[in-house]
């Protein structure tokens, strides 16, 4: 493990780059998607059981009306891993057509729910009633675990409009990243950068699918201040501007999040610079680390993803407690200092030792005011 000092900045040294792009990597390879596999085809093995022997003793409609649908889907699945297997990453867009993975997250969402109404006693499902409940419900749970792992950051967003998943926040410690995914013991490589140097700006068509690098650049002069781009200095190193992502050929290059961003993850423009072009698989083959890639889950669930700290254990390397703090409004200010609601945008001020914290009211709901990372005042 490498030893490295704690970053109280909100864009990431050189380790956490090291491990978001091993993560990105890792989570977007054929290696991953077919181990999702393997839980899915053991889920799908439990489910066509139940199903006929629910059909022969006509016991439970739950299976009997739901496996054919949800079996289509699950072929949807198996067509998405060809897909990626010859080279394709479009299964990882989200287009709403057969062999794109967003269709074989329908069943595990459709039983999701059938769970959260078993909870709330509105659906009773019990073995007399549902053969094999227990383990299918087992199988379903892993086979959720396991695609939560990798999927997060991976897949396609719905709303094309909103911010890039990794944002600057919560990037902390020397443990980082080491509740989401297994890392490596030796030392990881250096991020790279592709070569020749390749830039687009939020809302152009991504040219290829990939990890991709927010940095600031300047822009030409455009004509008549139309048609501007962004300029590669020769030689140069571009400053960063927020947290690399895994972007998809042929879709707008997205924003990227910012403390303070409006309640419905706008995000603001950025620059994307390529840092690796996801080729994989295109000339028949599998990289040969991927042989070395390992997983957590489902055998350790995922914590939260909101929350991204190290462990209260881990020392002076845990966040200070300013950072976590959260007051919600009509309550008095713990501390003098600047703090930010996601309640509104731009809705970062000052407040003294003890002065009330106000609502903002409009349509987010209940407001909570957060301490903020940045303690200088505006320039």
Known sequence: MSEFTYNCDTLPCDEERRRIFYMLKKNSSYTAWARVGNYYDRWMETYRKAYEEARSANRSELFFYSYPVDFRNYCGFAECLKRLRRGDKRPFKFLGQHGYFYQARIPMNHWDHILVLEQTGDVIVKEMISPLWSAFDADLENLARSWGEIARYILEDRYIDTAAPLGLMGFRGPDFLRDRTTLPDSPLPPVPRAEPAQLIK???????????????????????????????????????????????????????????????????????????????????????????????????????????????????????????????????????????????????RYFQDGELMPALGGDYGDTYWQWSAEQAPPA
């Not at 690399?244 to 995000?267: C, K, Q, T, W």
């Not at 390992?294 to 390397?317: I, K, L, N, Q, V």
């Open 202 to 348: 939020s809302g152009d068509l991504v040219p290829c699918s990939g990890i991709w690098e927010p940095v600031r650049a300047d822009f030409s002069e455009g004509f008549l201040g139309l048609f501007r781009k962004p300029m590669i200095p020769p030689g140069a190193r571009l400053p960063l501007d927020g947290t690399m992502n895994y972007l998809h050929g042929g879709s707008p290059a997205p924003n990227i999040s910012f403390e303070g961003d409006s309640p419905r993850d706008d995000g603001r423009p950025t620059v994307w610079q390529l840092l690796w072009r996801d080729d994989r698989y295109e000339d028949g083959t599998i990289p040969d680390e991927e042989a070395g890639y390992t997983f957590r889950c489902p055998e350790h669930p995922a914590p939260p993803w909101e929350e991204f700290w190290p462990s209260e254990t881990d020392g002076a390397h845990s966040p200070s407690a300013d950072a976590r703090l959260n007051v919600p409004a009509g309550q008095a200010c713990p501390k003098a200092g600047w703090w930010f609601s996601p309640a509104q945008a731009n809705s970062r």
